[in-house]
């Protein structure tokens, strides 16, 4: 089930790539708990923290910062599989939609 073939190839999950999007999360995370305190003008999701407007504009910019940064990692470890996923695509295409096949000379 995992190998179909009726569905285009999609990148390998690798470590890097679960741990950057783990930094993603906590950056997510980060955006979540500074911008609860502009909505309830309080702490919302943690008890003390933010406590002040300083500490939600801190929390929430260093919160995109961190997801800027992890995604741009992600996209990094996925175009090293680039290669790969041209020939799976290509053994994909052929296999379903072999009306569709590029010339040799094309696939370069």
């Known amino acids: 089930m995992l190998n179909n ?4 190839p999609r990148p390998r999950l690798t ?3 679960l741990a950057y999007a783990l930094v993603d999360v906590f950056g997510l995370s980060c955006v979540g708990i500074g911008a609860s ?5 309080k702490a ?8 002040s407007l300083a500490e939600a504009v801190a929390c929430t910019a260093g919160g995109v910062v961190i ?3 992890a995604v741009a990692r992600i996209l990094r470890e996925i175009a090293k599989q680039a290669p790969e ?3 799976r695509y290509d053994a994909y295409i052929a296999v379903q939609h072999p009306d569709k096949v ?3 000379d094309e696939a370069q």
């Open 44 to 51: 919302a999701i943690l008890a003390d923290f933010p406590a």
């Open 85 to 87: 996923l041209q020939a």
């Open 5 to 8: 073939v009726t569905r285009p």
């Open 67 to 69: 997801m800027i940064w």
């Open 102 to 104: 590029r010339p040799k």
């Open 37 to 41: 305190w502009f909505a309830a003008g």
């Open 15 to 17: 470590g890097p790539i």
